[in-house]
């Protein structure tokens, strides 16, 4: 009678082992992988490559994530490989977002591509106070031997290049965004402590406005 009641003991022991672990495994399987739990969401928008001319915009299509080339409206969809990693399906080219709420994303490897938080398609109209901030003599950082102007026609802001007279229109995506389309050369102004008002054209040249 006493082997049977250890028996008995033994068994219901090995029971609750059994259900115990198989209420650990299933609430280890209940959690998601971190590549889950993030949002494609917060990978959509405009990302600029170097040149500040081209973008490749990300946006959530059905349940996937997809790049397309804004100059071109090609479309690549994408398959998630990690937390924060992607791949094309077809031509398995690489990407790689920075964090989970993105600043840039790196592809092929080596193109370090920055996010914007505007729509580099969409152009708005120029306010003359605002146009009246840039108009001005601007004076190359690096040399102070070329100079640019820009001028307000009443609608946009025009450069005209010192050294050849060359106007260049611009059009007016944010306040201090903008850009010739025909000349694919992007234009911004800001504003640098100690220096006053600056542009920033022809990919990185930085110029300096005369005060």
Known sequence: MKTNKKQLWVVIALIGLCGLHVAMGNRNSSVDSPAKQTSLQQFEGFYRFPNRVAYIQFEVIGSELQARQVWDDRRYQLKRTGELTFES???QYKLA??????????????VDLVRVNFNPTQRKSLKSS???QYIGKYYIEREQTYMIEVGFDGKQLVLVQGWDDKRIPLECITDQE??????AM???FYE????????QCFEDDRWVKEK
């Open 186 to 188: 992007p234009v911004t």
């Open 130 to 132: 605002l146009a009246n």
């Open 178 to 183: 903008f850009v010739n389309q025909e000349s």
């Open 89 to 91: 399906r077809e031509e």
């Open 192 to 199: 640098e402590k100690g220096k006053g008002v600056m542009m």
């Open 97 to 110: 977002f920075n964090a989970i709420k993105p600043t840039v994303v790196k592809i092929l490897d080596r």
